[in-house]
Every structure is written in C-alpha cells, then in structure tokens.
C-alpha cells in the first residue's frame, strides 16, 4: 500500500492492489493493466513464478518485480525481467519504477 500511495502522489499513476494471486488475476481478467508491478514474496509461489504463469496464459501485460534483495534481482535480469530494488535512496527507487511504468506503457 505504501508503493501504491507514492505512485498515486507522483500524479502519473492508479494504482489497484491485491493481495493474492486469486485477487489478482480477477483484476487481470476484468481490467487492462499498463503494467503489473509484482513483489517476490508472493506466498504459495514467487513474482518470477508468477510471471511466467502470465506468459504461458499469453498475458502480454508488462511485469516489473519490485524486490528486496540482491540474488532475486539477479535472477530477474537473468530471465529478462524488469525489476527494481526496494533498498536505497527512496526517491531513486520510486523515478526509476515510475520510469518504467512509463516505458511499458510506449
């Protein structure tokens, strides 16, 4: 929640959440996103996990992991998934995340 009220003060953004996977492809199904921005914790499965279940639903949505750590992030860039870390200059991790909400949506 605090992510989706910096993104909304930022003025470029709505921002929905879910809090499961359920909740969110109910979303997914009933809205058309400009990006999904996914944590990496996620529970029963992690973000990358469920990225690649949107793409074998041919779910073309552009998907960002927001995560906390290092070996996640290297990870992401492995598989050619956008990520940003959560750590570090509050207002460095929030332009580069706007930046590419803003880039996925060209």
Same mark, same amino acid.
């Given at each position: &929640? ?6 909304? +003060? ?6 929905? *959440?879910?809090? =499961?996977? @359920? &909740? $969110? ?9 400009? $990006?999904?921005?996914? $944590?990496?914790?996620?529970? @029963?499965?992690?973000? +990358? &996990? ?5 793409? !074998?639903?041919?779910?073309? *949505? ?11 992030? @290297?990870? $992401?860039?492995? *598989?050619?998934?956008?990520?940003? =870390? ?6 460095? !991790? ?13």
């Amino acid at each position: &929640e605090i992510t989706q009220r910096i993104l909304q +003060l930022l003025g470029y953004f709505k921002v929905d *959440t879910a809090q =499961t996977i @359920s &909740e $969110a492809n109910i979303a997914l199904n009933q809205y058309n996103y400009d $990006a999904i921005i996914c $944590a990496y914790y996620l529970g @029963s499965i992690n973000g +990358l &996990e469920y990225y690649n279940q949107l793409r !074998v639903k041919n779910n073309p *949505t552009p998907f960002i992991l927001f995560t906390i750590d290092n070996e996640t992030a @290297s990870q $992401a860039q492995q *598989t050619g998934v956008p990520f940003v =870390t959560k750590y570090g200059d509050p207002e460095k !991790v929030f332009t580069k995340l706007s930046e590419l909400i803003k880039a996925s949506k060209q």
